[in-house]
């Protein structure tokens, strides 16, 4: 019922995939047969060494500044299924780069208050007990933006700094146990190996509680740009603490106050203190189908879907409201609901072809309830930048077309 | 390992795990860094000086290592370009239009040691000695009023500056909605 803003948009894309396929050196492109549908008897393609989405397809991330001062893209999340985030659209955001690391010269140097440092090489990770779970990585500056009511005009935009994986590795605790902890440590500090060498600190209660160091990411290796060939996993904390290209890890008596923890990734508040170590991510929502820059092409069966996540548990209700927040639903949790992980949920809706604005909110299992921009605000003032998870509007209009809704 | 399948096995596992003088659930896995591969593996700098290297720099050392790898980017009094002002600001926080710098923000000048050994100059990360970057934040702190033209900065002095917003930082007490 939905179609893309690509779809309506681009009227050509289809056939100029078809050429460009049929440009293509040697064989006839898939895309190309395709303008024939009626008339598929040829051979299909033999099997490739590592697939790809169908030439149909055009799901992307979305960079804010696609050149080369580019730190980060999104995910759009409008394209997916399902609770997982395909590897190849997980949001990116990196402060120096994406580093290029040999696997077998890696290595992971677990030091400081310590009774034993050790060397771990990939292959001595490996072998240790692993551990593969559902948790999403969410930027803290996701939904920056939407501080302001008029937000951005589409899902990928507002929210797409956030994605789920199934993530594999080593519980952070088994390889602390290894090194042996001594009685004043307190905290760890986590060093990547990009050329900024980007480091964050992590409260030793919370480094032995869930964190991983992750060499697995949906059943294939740690993406480059998400730290390969191994990251920092801290599940339902904001993304810039999973150290990606974890090199280093030194068991400490406080926290170093990198700038990562102090100039940037605090929260600044009216009375000019500022919330440091903000770690987890909020109880959040927001509906992907119908959303801005989609366009329903005609009154009728819709369903409303969307993914909500916390970073303190699971997801135990989330709500949509069609009529701008006046009344609200229970939606369906469908599907896997993993604590600090994407959940998905739907709602059947019949548009009757009216003006609608469409609102989704997520309670988790702590009894927290995603609030409005207005509660934000009303508690942290206008300078704060990071954790905003308020509730989003969107607005369908009568011509089916659905943007930004000022809530 | 846990099953007990025979108490010799037990035994004998006890005297190993006594022997690593921990619990039993380490596999032994990963190898003892010599103290040169420690020594490289790197370190971190820490509020309380831990961590700072040996060395020492002066406000016009820094003067002269910040105009030729800094003031670029920053301006040439740090006032901000590309990159971030690094100065001012300060009495701006709970103003409309807060000015979040080194000088108005930063709780620690070790952060400001720390970083730059990571991540600048932008384009050639670790390229400064220690000397060059105790210079260069000593030449900020300077620009700040926050050590005195003569001043010499090492290991010693720097965890002692003062930053202006040093008790600018709360404890996370969210949730703080309804």
């Known amino acids: ?407 | 390992m846990r099953r007990r399948s025979s108490r010799l096995a037990f035994a004998l596992l006890f005297v190993v795990v006594a022997a690593r003088a921990d619990d039993s659930e380490q596999t032994g896995l990963g190898s003892k860094p010599t103290a040169e591969e420690l020594g490289a593996a790197g370190y971190t700098v820490f509020p309380d000086g831990k961590g700072l290297p040996e060395g020492r720099g002066t406000v016009s050392e820094g003067k002269a290592v910040y105009q030729q790898f800094c003031a670029a980017c920053h301006g040439r009094n740090a006032e901000g370009d590309e990159a971030a002002a690094l100065v001012g600001g300060r009495g701006s926080l709970t103003s409309e239009r807060p000015r979040k710098t080194v000088e108005s923000y930063w709780p620690y000048a070790t952060t400001l040691w720390d970083y730059v050994r990571r991540s600048m100059p932008y384009e050639s990360p670790g390229s400064l000695t220690n000397d060059e970057i105790y210079a260069v934040v000593a030449h900020l702190l300077n620009l700040m009023g926050l050590v005195g033209d003569e001043d010499v900065l090492d290991r010693e002095s720097l965890p002692k500056i003062e930053m202006p917003n040093r008790d600018g930082f709360v404890p996370d007490d969210r949730p703080d909605t309804d």
């Open chain 1, 1 to 407: 019922m939905t179609t893309g803003k690509r779809g309506s948009q681009r009227p050509s894309r289809r056939a100029f995939i078809g050429l460009a396929g049929a440009a293509a050196a040697g064989s006839l492109h898939p895309a190309a047969r395709a303008q024939t549908a009626d008339a598929i008897r040829d051979l299909g393609e033999t099997p490739s060494d590592y697939g790809r989405p169908s030439p149909f397809e055009d799901s992307k991330r979305w960079s804010r500044a696609p050149d080369a001062t580019a730190s980060s893209s999104n995910t759009p999340l409008a394209d997916l299924e399902g609770i997982v985030t395909p590897s190849g659209l997980h949001f990116e955001r990196h402060h120096t780069g994406v580093p290029a690391i040999d696997p077998d010269t890696h290595r992971l140097t677990i030091h400081g208050l310590v009774e034993r440092p050790l060397v771990f090489t990939m292959d001595d990770l490996v072998r240790m007990p692993s551990a593969s779970r559902f948790h999403f990585i969410e930027c803290s500056g996701n939904s920056a933006r939407e501080w302001s009511p008029a937000g951005a005009p589409n899902v990928q935009m507002s929210h797409g700094l956030a994605s789920c994986s199934e993530w594999t590795g080593v519980l952070l605790a088994d390889l602390l146990d290894e090194v042996g902890l001594k009685a004043e440590a307190s905290w760890i500090v986590a060093e990547g190996a990009d050329a900024g060498l980007m480091s964050r600190s992590v409260p030793l209660e919370r480094a032995l509680d869930d964190v991983m160091i992750a060499y697995g990411q949906n059943g294939e290796a740690v993406r480059p740009e998400q730290g390969y060939p191994l990251r920092l996993l801290v599940p339902g904390c904001e993304g810039s603490i999973s150290v990606k290209w974890l090199r280093r890890i030194e068991v400490a008596h406080m926290p170093s106050m990198a700038r990562d923890e102090t100039s940037k990734y605090t929260d600044l508040l009216p009375d000019g203190k500022a919330r440091q170590f903000t770690l987890v991510m909020d109880a959040k929502s927001v509906i992907t189908r119908p959303s801005g820059e989609q366009k329903l092409d005609g009154p009728g069966f819709v369903e409303i879907r969307g993914l909500a996540w916390s970073g303190r548990g699971t997801i135990s209700r989330v709500e949509v409201s069609t009529d701008g927040g006046d009344s609200w639903v229970d939606a369906e949790i469908e599907g896997p609901r993993y604590a600090k992980a994407f959940t998905r949920f739907r709602s059947p809706w019949r548009w009757d072809g009216g003006r609608h604005v469409l609102m989704s909110r997520a309670t988790d299992d702590t009894g927290y309830v995603q609030p409005t921009l207005a509660a934000l605000l009303e508690t942290r003032g206008r300078s704060t930048i990071y954790h905003n998870n308020r509730i989003k509007a969107w607005e369908v209009h009568e011509s089916g077309e659905v943007t930004n809704a000022e809530a």
